[in-house]
């Protein structure tokens, strides 16, 4: 399968924990990266790889994997991080790149 | 550090063919790595359109492979996306990203700003 699936809505409360998922059978194979989207912006990488941040993304934000399962968890969530939030992968064959539905992220 | 810039018409009449450049700054394209094209229609996801080596291999989304073409120009540190037979499906921001590959992993960094392109007669 070369589908990504993300929740479309999650909600947390300031200062609280989230975890977004992303479910597809290329993620037993690959790793995903997560991009952050703001209104008007262009998407910005946050994680990549096994749990890997560019330069200048908060330790706040991480990525695990398991199974056909990939999270981003943001660990005290601030109000500077509502946003959509993306996951992509790669297919089952490796040439061909996905990107999940896109999750909204409500800071409360 | 490397940064991209999308240009290119803003509006498409519906049949015709929509064409963008990428520019890339601080990095010359000849020296390797693929470059890549993602789209996000209006209030939509991002969708996935190709990748280009800089040697010119390509890999294109299958559901858009029949109308994308993708080439680079070393001369001008430039890659370019040809889209044809466009329609209001095809109306969305297109950004250029440089695709990046690792052991069991793949992610899109940096990113160009985006270009809206509308689609009307």
């Known amino acids: 399968s070369s589908e990504l699936t993300q929740d479309p809505a999650v909600s947390v409360a300031l200062g609280q924990t989230v975890r977004i998922t992303c479910q597809g059978d290329?993620?037993?194979?690959?790793?995903a990266s997560w991009y952050q989207q703001k209104p008007g912006q262009a998407p910005v990488l946050v994680i990549y790889?096994?749990?890997n941040r560019p330069s200048g993304i908060p330790d706040r934000f991480s990525g695990s994997s398991s199974g056909n399962t990939a999270s981003l968890t943001i660990t005290g969530a601030q109000a500077e991080d509502e946003a959509d939030y993306y996951c992509?992968?790669?297919?089952?064959?490796?040439?061909?790149?996905?990107f999940g539905g896109g999750t909204k992220l409500t800071v409360l | 550090q490397v940064q991209l810039q999308e240009s290119g018409p803003g509006l498409v009449k519906p049949s015709e063919t929509l064409s963008l450049t990428c520019t890339v700054s601080?990095?010359?394209?000849?020296?390797?790595?693929?470059w890549g094209w993602i789209r996000q229609p209006p209030g939509k996801g991002l969708e996935w359109i190709g990748n280009?080596?800089?040697?010119?291999?390509?890999y294109y989304n299958p559901s858009l492979k029949s109308r994308v073409t993708l080439s680079v120009d070393t001369s001008k540190n430039q890659f370019s996306l040809k889209l044809s037979s466009v329609t209001a499906a095809d109306a969305a921001v297109y950004y250029c990203?440089?695709?990046?590959?690792?052991?069991?992993?793949?992610?899109?960094?940096?990113w160009g700003q985006g270009t809206l392109v509308t689609v009307s007669s």
């Open positions: 990203a440089r695709p990046n590959y690792g052991s069991g992993t793949n992610w899109f960094d940096p």
């Open positions: 601080g990095y010359s394209i000849s020296n390797g790595y693929y």
């Open positions: 280009i080596y800089h040697s010119g291999s390509t």
């Open positions: 290329s993620l037993r194979t690959y790793y």
């Open positions: 790889g096994k749990n």
């Open positions: 992509n992968s790669r297919d089952s064959s490796g040439n061909h790149w996905v």
